[in-house]
Structures are given as structure tokens and as C-alpha cells.
């Protein structure tokens, strides 16, 4: 199959997913070497879909027992405020996918979305396999390029040198492009409020 080209003007989008912008990623000496891209992009996203009525879904994820983000530890905070007043809603998860064995599908739903962006960490693992099942379940869903991010997969003797972590995120997003639209910038995407709770 051939990939989409990047999406210059995605159309309107009903919801916004930031999956795991969680403190132990973004602050300190164990944060992303993007987080300050990162979370300069989340919080612009958010800011544009709260002011357009858009559904703004905050997943948490809750690591193991001595993880960073083990629930209810300072590094499972989320970073950016939760405003439940003006439509945010969590989402907790325990594994890479958001919509395994949790709500989001049915919260999706009753909300009338059918379209969303998915941003937040990590490239390849819990925003690749979210957008994914997004796109299964039938969701339009657009990837601003600039608002999801990784780690370095460091060096493995006989293997590879250390893959630079932007470069895990471009190959994580590539294979999305084929039945998700993979937009070059955040300040490209456009929100609108879902049928089912617009005015």
C-alpha cells in the first residue's frame, strides 16, 4: 500500500486525545528529550479544542508497582490541569492501547465523535496503538506530527547503535499514514463541537 501524503487542513475534529502527559515524562532528568515541544503542542491543542467545545480526553496511564508512573506517585500526576467544568474527561489505562478495557469507546460515542486527533507519548507504543483502534473503530483520525514524542531506544551490542528518538517517532507515524491523516503541524488542526453535545 501506498501512504497518504501529510494533511495540510484537516477538517474540523470533534474530540482530542492526549494520551499519557504524565509528569515522570516531562519533568526532571527522566523527561523526553522533546518535552518541552511536547508539552508546548498538547497544551495547544488543548486550548484550541476546549475553546471549540470538543470533547478533550486526558488518558492516564497506571504503571506496575515501583514504575514511574505508578499510580497516585508524583510521576503519574498529569501534567497539563484538567478542567472537568469545560468538558475535560480522564481516562485511566493499564495498558498501551487507551481503548483496552476502558471507556473511551463508549464515551466516544455518546458524545458523538467521529473524529479526533491523538496526541501525547510514546510515539510507538501507546499513541500508535490508540490511533490504530481509533481508525479500526471507524473514527477519522488525524496525527499532528509535532504534538507526539518518545524516548532514545538506546544502543543493543550486535543490534543497532542508539535509534535517535526522533527518528522512532517519524517510523511510528509512517505506517499510521495509510488510514490516518498525518498532519506536518499542530496549528493546522481545527476542533468543532460533537453533534450530540454541540449547540
Known sequence: MTSRAAHPHPTHLEALIVVDVQRAFVRGDGALPEAARLVDRTAELIARAREAGALVVHVQNDGPAGADDEPH?????????????????????????????????????????????????????????????????????????????????????????????AMVSRVAAWPLSRDA???????????TAPAATGS
Open 73 to 165: 506517585t508524583a510521576g503519574w500526576e498529569l501534567h497539563h490541569p484538567v478542567e472537568a467544568g469545560r468538558g475535560d474527561v480522564v481516562i485511566r489505562k493499564t495498558h498501551d492501547d487507551a481503548f483496552q478495557e476502558t471507556s473511551l469507546e463508549g464515551l466516544l460515542t455518546s458524545s458523538g465523535v467521529r473524529s479526533l486527533a491523538v496526541c501525547g507519548l510514546m510515539s510507538e507504543m501507546c499513541v500508535q496503538a490508540t490511533a490504530r483502534t481509533a481508525v479500526a473503530l471507524g473514527h477519522r483520525v488525524v496525527l499532528p506530527y509535532d504534538a507526539h514524542a518518545t524516548y532514545d531506544i538506546p544502543a543493543e551490542p550486535g543490534i543497532s547503535a542508539v535509534v535517535p528518538a
Open 181 to 191: 491523516d498525518v498532519t506536518a503541524r499542530t496549528a493546522d488542526v481545527r476542533f
